[in-house]
């Protein structure tokens, strides 16, 4: 069975930070393309940073320099590390590999 928790959500001030984590099991990250996607309320779902099993990594624009994605294989485990948060950056966060998802973890950012 596969699973995908993510967790390390919470509320920060703008400019500060966050690192969220998701542990995986049934599958092996080092071998999937592995994404985090956010989604706000009545918006359409983003896709955030990506990483493929060979290690290429894809941004979205408006987070690049402030986000970084990365995974331990040992671990089983991907993260997003989120620097100089904004508000617009505040939504729920997924973990993903296709056709699997976590439950998400909630990101606000206060001005």
């Known amino acids: 069975q596969v699973q995908l928790e993510e967790s390390g959500g919470g509320l920060v001030q703008a400019g500060g930070s966050l690192r969220l984590s998701c542990v995986v099991s049934?599958?092996?990250?080092?071998?999937?393309?592995m994404s985090w996607y956010r989604q706000v309320p009545e918006q359409q779902r983003e896709m955030v940073a990506s990483?493929?099993?060979?290690?290429?990594?894809e941004y979205a624009d408006h987070v690049k320099d402030r986000f970084t994605i990365s995974r331990d294989s040992d671990k089983n485990t991907v993260y997003l590390q989120m620097n100089n948060l904004k508000p617009e950056d505040t939504a729920v966060y997924y973990c993903?590999?296709?056709?699997?998802r976590g439950q998400g973890t909630q990101v606000t950012v206060s001005s």
């Open positions: 993903h590999t296709f056709p699997f």
């Open positions: 990483v493929t099993w060979s290690g290429n990594m």
């Open positions: 049934g599958i092996q990250v080092r071998s999937r393309t």
